[in-house]
């Protein structure tokens, strides 16, 4: 009997014992990716890195005019951060538009610099005009001012970025963009802010790509002298007032509508001692500008549609998940409804006066669903960091190892 038990027992061990030399084979075969902890440092610093490299490095401002002062400059750069926050489809719209206007009979560079505000008119010693591309080569024509004798290895020499700064930059948000991809390869917890990171990352690489020969931050333009005796500079240009204050509401018109207005060339504002920022001076085959439209879209499509993605993603709360997925459809909706209206307008399908009140309203209440979208996003982005999964602490243990900033 004692015998018979003893083999029982025996059996049985040997049957628990074949899983356990299975799994080992297994192990050995495939080995198991290597881990590590992250901590909320870890989160935010990258992310925000990332997204100071997407809203103040990658953007090229045009020239300053020669009498704005330091504190109106850094103004003037920090709209353009809020603009890169609250829509930055539109800084890529900028970018595509600026690479689409170059002209030709320059080089890439020099067609950069000059629809920056590069070129600046100068008479009896004082600015009186920047100057666009085909004024430049309508002057050196008419011998009214010497043709510019400036490189393009000069002009990059004015430059504040060049191929190691903005390599650096590329780097980073390519690291950032890697790291995510092996977080959804290895089906780790991702955060609201680095998706949301994520979406200005992919965006940061357009206008990267767009604005590669564009000069960064040059601060003075380059002169060129009349030197005509026949004629005044006002007979070849148009010579209009600098910027000057408005009223509030013309204020509050502008910072909504104007930026896309400008792009489009629906409203060319002044261009004296300096370029708008978002200039629609140059003008474009009606082609060319369909593109523009189109492209707009579908690039505040793809920003939005990055947001959606984190539709499933943990939330501390019910009602902030709700939240984001109506603001993550909102953004990505919201354009095309105001270009399916502009088109209605342009094409005359609204033609009494009430209609177009109503149509502006309407205009209106989409331009600001989008900005408080926009808002309320960025708001989700950091809110709820205060309570995130285990799982968003782990991280893969090689992704330390690629090089990033």
Not at 53 to 76: E, G, M, Q, T, V
Not at 268 to 289: A, H, M, N
Request: net charge neutral; proline share 5%; glycine share 4%.
């Amino acid at each position: 009997m004692r015998l018979l038990l003893f083999m029982i027992l025996y059996l049985a061990g040997v049957i628990q014992a074949a899983p356990t030399t299975n799994a080992t084979t297994i192990s050995e075969d495939f080995e198991a990716p290597s881990f590590t902890n992250r901590t909320l440092w870890n989160i935010i610093s990258s992310s925000v890195l990332t997204l100071f490299a997407c809203i103040y490095s990658a953007i090229h401002p045009n020239i300053p005019s020669p009498k704005d002062s330091l504190f109106r400059i850094l103004w003037r750069r920090l709209g353009t951060m809020i603009m890169a926050l609250i829509a930055p489809e539109l800084i890529v719209v900028w970018a595509m538009r600026q690479w689409m206007g170059a002209h030709y009979a320059w080089t890439q560079t020099h067609s950069f610099f000059v629809l920056m505000g590069g070129f600046m008119l100068y008479k009896d010693g004082k600015p009186h005009h920047t100057l666009l591309p085909n004024k430049v080569l309508g002057l050196i024509r008419k011998g009214c001012i010497d043709a510019p004798t400036l490189t393009a290895k000069e002009i990059n020499d004015r430059s504040k970025g060049n191929v190691i700064s903005k390599g650096l930059i590329i780097l980073q948000v390519a690291w950032f963009i890697l790291q995510l991809l092996s977080r959804a390869i290895y089906r780790l917890e991702t955060t609201q802010l680095e998706t949301g990171t994520l979406a200005f990352a992919v965006l940061n690489f357009l206008t990267y790509a767009l604005w590669w020969n564009k000069p960064l931050n040059v601060q003075c333009p380059y002169r060129l002298y009349w030197m005509s005796t026949v004629s005044k500079p006002e007979d070849h240009i148009d010579v209009v007032s600098d910027d000057n204050e408005d009223h509030v509401l013309i204020t509050i018109y502008k910072a909504t509508f104007a930026p896309f207005m400008e792009l489009m060339s629906l409203n060319v504002p002044t261009r004296q001692l300096r370029v708008p920022t978002f200039d629609g001076s140059i003008k474009l085959e009606e082609s060319d500008t369909d593109i523009l439209v189109f492209a707009g879209v579908l690039i505040a499509t793809i920003f939005g549609g990055i947001h959606c993605t984190a539709w499933f993603f943990a939330f501390p709360t019910y009602r902030e998940q709700v939240l984001w997925r109506v603001s993550a459809v909102a953004i990505t909706c919201t354009p095309w409804i105001e270009i399916l209206i502009y088109v209605a307008i342009s094409m005359d399908v609204i033609t009494n006066f009430i209609g177009g009140m109503m149509t502006v309203v309407v205009m209106y209440i989409f331009v600001l669903l989008y900005i408080v979208s926009r808002g309320m996003l960025l708001v989700l982005m950091f809110t709820t960091l205060r309570h995130l999964p285990v799982d968003a602490y782990t991280t893969v243990s090689w992704i330390s190892v690629v090089p990033h900033l």
